[in-house]
Each structure stands twice: as C-alpha cells, then as structure tokens.
C-alpha cells in the first residue's frame, strides 16, 4: 500500500507540528501544514493530498467551511475531521460538510494513522466515542420513526421518509404524483399528530 499523502491543518503549531513528526514515523507523509481555513484549502490546492487531517476550530474559516469547500472541489477532496469536540453538533456539522470520518485528538496517534489510511481508501472512520454517539443517535431516530408510523397513515408515512431525506414539497409531490399543496398538508397533519 502507498503511503497516504496528507495535508495537516490546526491553529495551534506546537500540536500541529507534534502530530506531524508521529504521523511521519506512523508511515504517513505530511506533504503541507496549515495554521488557518485559508491556507488549508490553499495547501489542498497545491499539493493534491490523498487526505486533509482539519480541525474544526481553527482561525479563517471554521473546519466545517473548509471541508464545505474542499468536497465540492472537482475532484472532491476527502476530509478527515481531528477535534477535541465530541459534541453532536460539532460532528453532525462537519459530517454534512463532506468529511469521511471524524476523530478526537485524545485518541492514540496510531488511530489517527488508521483513520488517514481509511478515509485514503475512500471509507469512514470514527473514533469509538463519536462512532457510538452516531449509532446511538440512529437507533433513536429509527425509534421515533417506528413509534410516530403507528400513528400515520401509509401516505403521511411516505410524505414523512421523502422529508427525512431533505426533499422539498415540490420534490416530494413530483416522487409521490400529488401537487405541493397537498403535501404540505399531509406535512401539517404530520405535525399535528407528532405533537
């Protein structure tokens, strides 16, 4: 296997640089290093990494405008997430934003290595902290979906999976052969039996 080429970007140097030399020995080739949002999508333009390792939470653009920015490229950048921050939102935000995978910085290095090789190979990869908080966060929309589909009739049920999915009321009627106005009424009835 290859050895995966890495653009690094964190806005603290000292932790920056560290990660870079453990990276380096882990087998890892960190081609550029970036102290901001802007000078990561710079470095990404420049040297065509095999991954961007970002934090979220750097000067410029946050991490999740720059992995917005570096996966609608053509072709897309794949953007591996390092973050002290375990919060859903923060991994939710950068998720939508286009990263593969998503790892705390008080993890193992050697999980990170193992995350850069993944996420070069076109998978995901999560730390085991943000992993379980995906999966538990799943199964308790899985619930609520099976709790609120008792109440709904089959109809209301398909208008409710094509919104779940992100889809517009137009988009959704030309999917279901019914006109907007119809669907946003299956949605307030939605509403109104989901309290």
């Known amino acids: 296997m290859s050895t995966p080429r890495v653009v690094l970007a964190d806005g603290h140097p000292f932790y920056r640089q560290r990660l870079a030399k453990l990276?380096?020995?882990?087998?890892?080739?960190?081609?550029?290093?970036?102290?901001?949002?802007?000078?990561?999508?710079?470095?990404?333009?420049?040297?065509?990494?095999?991954?961007?390792?970002?934090?979220l939470n750097m000067p410029g653009f946050s991490g999740a405008e720059v992995t917005r920015r570096l996966s609608s490229c053509d072709p897309p950048h794949r953007v591996l997430v390092l973050s002290v921050s375990d919060d859903e939102a923060d991994v939710t935000a950068a998720l939508k934003a286009g990263a593969r995978g998503y790892l705390l910085k008080?993890?193992?290095?050697?999980?990170?290595?193992?995350?850069?090789?993944?996420?070069?190979?076109?998978?995901?990869y999560f730390s085991p902290r943000v992993g379980a908080m995906l999966l538990?966060?799943?199964?308790?929309?899985?619930?609520?979906?099976?709790?609120?589909?008792?109440?709904?009739?089959?109809r209301e049920q398909d208008v409710l999976r094509l919104v779940v999915e992100g889809r517009t009321n137009e988009t959704i009627g030309e999917a279901l052969s019914i006109?907007?106005?119809?669907?946003?009424?299956?949605?307030?009835?939605?509403?109104?039996?989901?309290?």
């Open 23 to 55: 990276l380096a020995e882990s087998g890892v080739e960190v081609v550029a290093e970036a102290g901001n949002g802007w000078a990561a999508l710079k470095a990404a333009e420049a040297t065509s990494p095999d991954v961007v390792v970002l934090d």
């Open 106 to 124: 008080d993890g193992p290095v050697d999980e990170v290595a193992t995350g850069i090789a993944a996420v070069s190979a076109g998978e995901s």
């Open 136 to 154: 538990r966060r799943m199964r308790e929309r899985e619930q609520v979906l099976r709790d609120v589909s008792v109440s709904l009739s089959k």
């Open 179 to 195: 006109d907007a106005g119809t669907v946003r009424n299956h949605v307030s009835r939605i509403l109104a039996k989901m309290g």
